[in-house]
């Protein structure tokens, strides 16, 4: 109800809508229109209410709440279903007891803050208030579980499309989960699974997106490696359409690695948005540190390196650095 008179209000920018004209399409009383109206205004939209002409928008808040989000959303699949919480440890542990529970395919959680939010190998990710995307979304992709992890770098097209798209400058990926723009971390994207045998149950799709955090406010320890569509534009950016855009980037990239059965055929579109082939590296992988030359990557996603001595050496999963 909330979502369609935020609508109505928006889609006449600067006028009032009457009281009458909400009632007769909503179907509902005045009294019932005033509540919606006054839960708007306490959430911090600020709506001018005149005797007699109606209710008039006059901004809105920057707020990442179910109302906000399905506002103008076109997607089909993500984002049907959406749970958010001011405060949350981790918008993944949520969307994992959800999925355990029979939550809907495309489940989104998002949070304003995450105070346990985790990045791989169990490290912190930096999810401050009224500043960032911090978001989960259930993925119940019917795909053998060698496929699994691919839907990592499907997911980082999908990111460096819309964040280029919000910005106006070019994003890049760097494998597996990283979206950088000048070398700097912006985005990251944490894959969590269950699967049983060979069957995927469910996967929990995490990314994390620096929206508006102004570059002094990053902690001193990724202050330099660390960056925001913010600092990036040099604009703020509506945290909402953040989300919608990256939702209706994926969609249909993710729908695609499902009925192609896997990530191969969108691996030319991957390669276009990454700047880690080519590069000197340092892989540092669970067995240990490999340094070599970036070559390629295969149709699962597997990173080829060229070690100094010429030889081929396959990575399935590693933190790189440039060098
Ligand atoms: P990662 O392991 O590749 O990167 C983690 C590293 O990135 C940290 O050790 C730190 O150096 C740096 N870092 C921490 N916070 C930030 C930040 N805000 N911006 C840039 N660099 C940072 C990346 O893991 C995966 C992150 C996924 C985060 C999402 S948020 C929603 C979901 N819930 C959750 O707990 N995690 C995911």
Partial sequence: MQATILQMLREQPGDFVSGETMCNSLGVSRTAIWKHIKEL??????????????????????????????????TTLLGQSIVYRETIDSTNNLARELANNGAIEGTLVIADEQQQGRGRRGRDWFSPPQS??????????????????????????????ALTRLTGVQAGIKWPNDILFNQKKCCGILTEMHAEFD?????????????????????????????????????????????????????????????????????????????????????????????????????????????????????????????
């Fill in 199 to 323: 069957q995927i149950h469910h996967l929990v799709l995490g990314i994390g997106i620096n929206v508006n955090i102004p570059q002094a406010d990053f902690p001193a320890d990724i202050e330099h490696i660390a960056t925001s569509l913010q600092a990036v534009k040099g604009t703020p950016i509506a945290r909402a359409k953040v989300v919608q855009t990256v939702l209706e980037e994926l969609e249909p990239l993710y729908r695609q690695y499902v009925a192609d059965g896997g990530f191969g055929t969108l691996r030319e579109e991957w390669k276009a948005h990454n700047i880690t082939l080519g590069n000197n590296i340092i892989a540092h992988t669970a067995q240990g540190t490999i340094e070599g030359r970036a070559l390629d990557i295969d149709e699962f996603g597997v990173l080829l390196i060229e070690l100094p001595d010429g030889a081929h050496k396959k990575i399935y999963s590693a933190d790189i650095m440039f060098t």
């Fill in 41 to 74: 205004q306490d959430a911090g939209y600020q709506i001018e209410a005149v005797r007699n002409r109606g209710y008039r928008l006059q901004s809105s808040p920057d707020l990442v709440t179910a109302v906000e989000l399905r506002d103008g959303l076109s």
């Fill in 132 to 161: 960032g995307v911090w978001m989960s979304l259930i993925l119940r992709p019917e795909l053998p579980l060698a496929h699994a992890a691919q839907i990592t770098l499907v997911t980082a097209i999908a990111l460096a499309r």
